[in-house]
T-cell receptor, first 115, second 112 residues
């Protein structure tokens, strides 16, 4: 029972490079999310998706792009890496996002350093 | 924008002591969730509170949701070393499309 799988687990990038963080889930969840976690700052929502083909911005979307071509996959793209994007990135999924709510299931995270 | 304030930022307790973390919002929440993140790990869902004044218990953990649905607390009785980690509250606001807004978290360290 894999749940939410993120790759890679660690990465070092140079300023200006680009990369894609991969996220896949096998729980058939419609809702998927990308967060970044900086020390002492909690988790900030970057982008989210309510289903295949539908994405929307969260609180801190600048410098990132996403796509959702399938229910399972929700990759996050950094186009021009900047030191401010050094962070731990978590992908999560949930069955729903309504008021009643469902828990979000998180991947193990990608630790990204930009030098 | 919506913001959930969480205090304290950090607490170091002796094993067996109690621990409490608090979350506050300036506006009404539709519900609140609590997550635990072990050092080096990922957030793991603990519980969700929906109703005004709701109290839920999980063994030594007691969760409360305020009457006005603007605050919440997590209380751990008689802490153990396995309780070490960061505890996050995450609130939902209907006007924010029910996306989760995370507090900054409270780091709990337990001395044995």
């Amino acid at each position: 029972n894999a749940g939410v799988t993120q790759t890679p687990k660690f990465r070092i990038l140079k300023i200006g490079q680009s990369m894609t963080l991969q996220c896949t889930q096998d729980m058939n969840h419609n809702y998927m999310y990308w967060y970044r976690q900086d020390p002492g700052m909690g988790l900030k929502l970057i982008y989210y998706s309510v289903g295949a083909g539908i994405t929307d911005k969260g609180e801190v979307p600048n410098g990132y792009n996403v796509s959702r071509s399938t229910t399972e996959d929700f990759p996050l793209r950094l186009e021009l890496a900047a030191p401010s994007q050094t962070s731990v990135y978590f992908c999560a999924s949930s069955y729903s996002m309504g008021q009643g709510g469902q828990p979000q299931h998180f991947g193990d995270g990608t630790r990204l350093s930009i030098l | 924008g919506q913001q959930v304030m969480q205090i304290p930022q950090y607490q170091h307790v002796q094993e067996g002591e109690d621990f409490t973390t608090y979350c506050n919002s300036s506006t009404t929440l539709s519900n609140i969730q609590w997550y635990k993140q072990r050092p080096g790990g990922h957030p793991v869902f603990l519980i969700q509170l929906v109703k005004s004044g709701e109290v839920k218990k999980q063994k030594r953990l007691t969760f409360q949701f305020g009457e006005a649905k603007k605050n919440s607390s997590l209380h751990i009785t008689a802490t153990q070393t396995t309780d070490v980690g960061t505890y996050f509250c995450a609130g939902k606001y209907m006007e924010y499309g029910n996306k989760l807004v995370f507090g900054a978290g409270t780091i709990l360290r337990v001395k044995s």
